[in-house]
């Protein structure tokens, strides 16, 4: 293992990544020659656009798809197969609707054979965690959007991952609340000091939360540009203009990125 792996978190090594094509048609180029790292308790985020195999990469590094060439090393170790080592809150994370929102957060222990007590007590502290406290008997569809994201959040914070995987989760709510959301996340990782790799479509969020943003291309996606963030933490969630740095970065990401995006001009 060279001094370089065991500083990292995650790396991705040479990665590249094609499905096969329906009937007929020819196998789909995804991702081409991808390499970045994650260094150890980093934030990193992934912007890029939609289909450029943003959630392909997560499912790698959570061994739940095999790259059809390249590595990926979490602790220096090779991803290999399942990776229950690593916190994962994918894209479409779903509460399992015939248990309460406690007994969801549970299951990854369930899972690990945990006693039912140290389970409920590991359980209420990442409940209490994302703010849920006083709806561990609430079923899921009680919770509102935001409370199920949290509760899945909490899913994945209840075996204390060193490196946790983020698909998007605050994608679908509404602005209010994914400031709050970005806020407690920025407290929870400030007291727990995971290494993040977190994916979004949003570049205001890639910015707040990261210390450094990898922006894809178009598939067959390459990077195009890392784009490290110095501003200094805390940082603010509800207040990003307010941040000396912030318009900067932030140019810096979208100039990146504009240019992967076929906007016309208005005439
Ligand atoms: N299991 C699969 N079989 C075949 N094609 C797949 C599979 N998984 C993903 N793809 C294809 O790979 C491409 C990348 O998918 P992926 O979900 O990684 O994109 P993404 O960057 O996360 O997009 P979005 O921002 O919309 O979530 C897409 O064209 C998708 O159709
Ligand atoms: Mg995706």
């Not at 204390?160 to 407290?187: C, N, S, Y």
Request: charged share 20%; with cysteine; hydrophobic share 45%.
């Amino acid at each position: 293992m060279t001094d370089h792996d065991t500083q990292s978190a995650l790396s991705f090594r040479a990665i590249r990544q094609s499905f096969p094509g329906l009937a007929g048609e020819p196998p789909l180029p995804v991702l081409n020659d991808i390499s970045f790292e994650v260094p150890r308790g980093k934030f990193v985020s992934v912007i890029g656009p939609s289909g450029c195999g943003k959630s392909t990469l997560l499912q790698m590094a959570a061994g739940l798809l095999k790259q059809t060439a390249g590595q990926v090393f979490h602790n220096g170790i090779l991803v290999s197969d399942v990776n229950r080592t690593i916190g994962f809150v994918p894209q479409q994370a779903q509460l399992l609707p015939w248990k309460t929102m406690i007994e969801n957060v549970e299951f990854p222990l369930l899972l690990r054979g945990v006693k039912a007590a140290e389970r409920r007590a590991r359980a209420q502290q990442a409940v209490d965690k994302v703010d849920l406290t006083g709806f561990e008997g609430h079923y899921p569809y009680q919770l509102s959007g935001g409370m199920q994201k949290r509760a899945s959040i909490a899913r994945m914070l209840v075996y204390k991952p060193d490196t946790i995987l983020m698909d998007e989760p605050f994608g679908a709510l509404d602005a209010q609340t994914r400031m709050v959301m970005q806020h407690d996340l920025q407290t929870m990782l400030a007291a727990e000091g995971a290494s993040v790799l977190f994916v979004t479509h949003d570049i205001t969020e890639a910015v707040m939360l990261s210390d450094s943003v990898v922006v894809m291309s178009r598939r067959p996606a390459r990077i195009l540009a890392e784009v490290p963030i110095d501003l200094p933490r805390p940082r603010d969630m509800f207040e990003p203009h307010a941040i000396p740095g912030f318009a900067e970065a932030y140019d810096r990401v979208w100039s990146v990125f504009r240019s992967e995006l076929k906007v016309r001009r208005a005439a």
